[in-house]
């Protein structure tokens, strides 16, 4: 098939079970209605009108393009809407005459509201609005009322999401003090727990305060676009797509162009216009590199509209006092660096009339060209500062369009160690007490979440300090997962390790940044191979995923050390599973390199001033380079083709960020064709047997293959770790022989079944009309192809499935049946109990025998380990006594634990 397949349709004959991948379908009003006027349209429309009107007088909610069109071809649509919600969707000039009534409004007399309007994202927001006691139509009734009769174009692929949300309302409330907004992109739209301090703190100033974070309402606006309007992947008006997720940590990039941007750019106006009319006193953004681009377009539509507003920004992009005003020329305050202790008396001073010029920690654009700088105090006692209770919006907001939740948190801030030459992130190290930061896990905890990221420069900057944590969490028996980022440190012994991973540390990242001694001393990373070798292999030895990053081409490094990285990393590869980030160099504001590059021979290709002054965050790769050796942007390309190239040779694990900055690279120069050695290298040697009743027989590393004639060449090493169905495998030719006879055999017992099966057995299942193929391009036709796919009604539900792929799927039924003796007619159609690959682990994989997993992250469920296929799972998941079902991970988990102690109970009783 052409489409991405998300499901899997079975095939059950008695206890086995033969699948098929197809794809779920679902009812798209967007591809339905083409507006075209068609007599099909319009049957489509009166059926839909028909339906409205059997509840009489009705609200009407959204006045498009969809009301439009039923207005024009549904007799009497008109003359029964009593009232029309007004919103963002209501065009005042459709239907004048009638009461524009608000959600919340709705005359008891009115029972019904009909949601006119075909796209997705509209539609989600409206159903929130409508008071529960009302009903509810929308155009999707219309795959109830006709089903298999709609068009072919109407059917798209039905996601696999946590759809429908509520949604925080883009309503901005008027004459605030301040407004906070956190413009798109942040990393997988999770929570902004840095605004979230800036919020407590400015709220503690007694101001009437809002926080509206535009991030992840942009995110879960642009996926509901993605999974329902656009069958999974969003395309450029030139016909490029879009990446899948945007908010993935390796597409930052693509949020400093404009293809992103302009997709959001009406969501931008929109709330742009919306801030102008409401008119706060304060607009407060955080600004970081990867929402400059949208926040710069909104604070400018804003400021043309009202320049009076004062803009306020603090964030990454605004750490540095050296680039000041310059990362974001439009607002007019800067707070710089940690805001916790200066946010709240800037805006004091400002709402009370008062210059703010000159207060620590703040840039404005109101300061001299002399105006000395004085940074701002920053808090020595974390726990003093209240962690952030995101109340502004549901937590369970805060998840990707899959399900996923993971909570950032910050047990530290600043590095302990700032001595790393290429690093900017030198700054003050403190770290959270054990008792304090838990109690704020707990919280979390308590509201449904349980996988946390810690989102910080040097977590383990004291080793002890971590494990007073992690034996915290453990001591309260919470089943967390965690993730981070650590150094390397002679502290993190085995014993480290073992805390750690007992208290749910899952991955952990080492910022390991070099491989080999001359540029571990070059960089001043303050370890030996030896400490990263052992601090490696204790972290996987407990059973964590260990995750490695590069920096390469470092002033002082040679060909030689590049390649004793690679045999380091090599050697030591059991104990990596992947090579996350692999970087060339970047010269970068704040680093040690950028403050004293005369001392690490670094040079410049015009004059350093007007380079540093053009380019105040970091030194384009091309307009440097250092001496002893020379070292410039050819020099770093040329280490990092030669690292990727021996990494890839040897199948090594490489991250989806490192894999990104590698196609960047490639990009810019083609150094990785394979070499003749690289391919000799993969191709695997075997020895023909002979050729055996169809089959070639081939030898390798002490094993028989069986292949049949015209499969094509297989690589031997890939058999033996997998062997793929039709092929055969014995210890000897005799046995390999025999094998070969007896699938002949059976083969020729159903080639009767399989040259008559023109589609497929005698299903119980309705079968869709395929229809014709309406004429246009494919997006104009639908998502569907044109042939060779069927679609068919299962249990309710509809699937789309390849014709070559269901033919097959029954003929290994079919054969089943006839070796066993059985007849093929007895063969049933069901669906598969959730998507492909359905099956996410908890934070806590198994508790004893019961293997803990979430289908859709709607449902969490507990069986035993040995009840269940991961691939088909072959029980009942709503109905089967022995699995355990629950909304949240924290109540599945009590419920294990009470069914474990019930059995143990159960064991002690029976054992007396």
Known sequence: MSLQENARVVLKDKDNFFDASAVRLTFCPEWCFREDDSPEEVALLQTLGREVGKWGAFALYGTGRLTKYMLKHVPGFAESVAVIITDDYDDPAVLPHVDRVAPDAIPDSVKMVFLCTKRTFPRMQMRYRIPGSKRIIDPTVLETLLGDKLPRRAWIPKPTSIYPIKLQDMDIRPNLDVLLVDCPSRNLSLMPNGLGFVYNAIKATGCDLQLFDFDNYCYHFFHIERLFEWGGTILQPDGTPLPKDPWQVHEFSMWQEQPINDYLQPLIELLAAKIVAASPKILGLSVSGANEVASRRMVNLIKAANPEITVIVGGFSCYQPSIGMRAFPECDYMCIGEADLTAGKLVSKLLAGESAVGLPGVMSRFDAPDQRFVPAPMAHNLDRLEPPRYE???????????????????????????????????????????KAFVDELEW??????????????????????????????????????????????????????????????????????????????????????????????????????????????????????????????????????????????????????????????????RPQEEIMDAHPRYVPPDLWYSTGPYIDNQVRKEYFTHIVRRLRAEDFPIGSWAD?????????????????????????????????????????????????????????????????????????????????????????????????????????????????????????????????????????????????????????????????????????????????????????????????????????????????????????????????????????????????????????????
């Not at 349980?450 to 969490?473: C, M, T, Y």
């Not at 296929?869 to 634990?897: C, F, G, S, W």
Request: net charge negative.
């Open 392 to 434: 502004w919006t549901d937590l369970s907001n805060y998840r990707t369009f899959a399900g996923t939740q993971v909570a950032p948190v910050i047990a530290s801030r600043g590095c302990r160690w700032s001595r790393c030459t290429f690093c900017a992130e030198r700054f003050y190290w403190r770290i959270h007490s054990a």
């Open 660 to 912: 990104k900055v590698i196609s960047d690279v490639e990009e810019d120069r083609e150094f990785f064709e394979r070499t003749d050695l690289e391919e000799d290298a993969r191709r695997l040697e075997k020895q023909f047997v002979k050729s055996f009743e169809g089959y070639d027989i081939f030898g390798y590393d002490g094993m028989y293959y069986a292949v049949p004639e015209g499969y094509g060449e297989v690589e031997a090493r890939e058999i033996a770790k997998v062997l793929p169905p039709g092929l055969l495998r014995e210890s000897d030719v005799t046995g390999l022989e025999n094998s070969i006879r007896s699938t002949r055999a059976i083969a020729e017992r159903f080639a009767a079944l399989e040259s008559s099966c023109t589609t497929v057995g005698p299903f119980d299942s309705v079968y869709l009309d395929p229809g014709k193929a309406d004429e246009g391009d494919g997006r104009e036709r639908g998502f569907l192809p044109d042939d060779g796919v069927t679609l068919l009604t299962v249990q309710g539900e509809r699937f789309a499935v390849s014709d070559a792929d269901l033919k097959e799927a029954y003929l290994k039924a079919a054969k089943t049946c006839v070796e066993q003796g059985r007849d093929p007619k007895r063969i049933r159609l069901q669906p598969s109990h959730a998507a492909m690959n359905p099956f996410t682990h908890l934070a806590v994989a198994s508790i004893e025998d019961y293997a803990l997993f979430t289908v859709n992250f709607m449902r969490y469920y507990a069986v035993k380990s040995s009840s269940f296929d991961r691939e088909i799972l072959h029980v009942d998941l709503e109905r089967d006594r022995e699995v355990l079902r629950a909304n949240t991970p924290k109540e599945l988990i009590t419920l294990v634990r009470a069914r474990l102690a019930a059995e143990k109970r159960r064991a002690v009783v029976a054992a007396e």
């Open 444 to 605: 979390l905890y308590d509201r449904g979440i349980w996988a946390f990221n810690f989102n910080e420069s040097d977590l383990n900057g004291d080793p002890q300090r971590l494990v007073d944590i992690a034996e915290e969490v453990i001591a309260r028996k919470l089943p967390f997962n965690f993730g981070g980022q650590l150094r390397i440190n002679k502290g993190n012994d085995r014993n480290f390790f073992e805390t750690l991973a007992k208290a749910g540390f899952s991955l952990l990242r080492f910022g390991v940044d070099a491989f080999a001694d001359g540029p571990l001393r070059e960089q001043k990373k303050g370890y030996s191979k030896d400490v990263i070798r052992q601090n490696l292999k204790d972290c996987h030895d407990q059973g964590i995923y260990t995750q490695v990053n590069w920096v390469i081409g470092v002033p002082g490094e040679t060909m030689e050390d590049i390649d004793e990285g690679i045999d380091f990393i090599l050697e030591n590869r059991e104990y990596i599973d992947s090579l996350e980030n692999i970087h060339p160099l970047m010269l970068v504001v704040g680093s040690v390199y950028w403050l004293d590059p005369e001392a690490y021979g670094i040079k410049f290709r």
